[in-house]
């Protein structure tokens, strides 16, 4: 089992920024994806972005241009880093890890706890 530590969240200004961190730790052999995705009240929970074990991103249209994600494989940590916040980007910001435990092993996933986000207009 992966645990994922996300850190980072608070309130901010619309127009201000964030950067959120996510570490995780556990038996990992590889990664597969690591991503965020956010949940506000009565609302589905969406993807905001994500990055793959190639480095390939994918982004929600609402975020394109305003959010970048990344990875410190060294430190098994994804960022997200969040610029021209709106307050619609409010909502609870959870961290995802696709990942193998072994070689040719089954895919897994794991959730962080999540970390709030709130934007003030």
């Known amino acids: 089992q992966v645990n994922l530590v996300e850190s980072g969240g608070g309130l901010v200004q619309a127009g201000g920024s964030l950067r959120l961190s996510c570490a995780a730790s556990?038996?990992?052999?590889?990664?597969?994806?690591m991503g965020w995705y956010r949940q506000s009240p009565g609302k589905q929970r969406e993807l905001v972005a994500r990055i793959n074990s190639s480095g390939t991103t994918t982004y929600a249209d609402s975020v394109k241009g305003r959010f970048t994600i990344s990875r410190d494989n060294a430190k098994n940590t994804v960022y997200l880093q969040m610029r021209s916040l709106k307050p619609e980007d409010t909502a609870v910001y959870y961290c995802?890890?696709?990942?193998?435990?072994?070689?040719?092993?089954?895919?897994?996933?794991?959730w962080g706890q999540g970390t709030q986000v709130t934007v003030s207009s």
């Open positions: 995802n890890a696709v990942y193998q435990v072994r070689m040719l092993g089954e895919s897994l996933g794991s």
């Open positions: 556990g038996s990992i052999f590889r990664f597969i994806a």
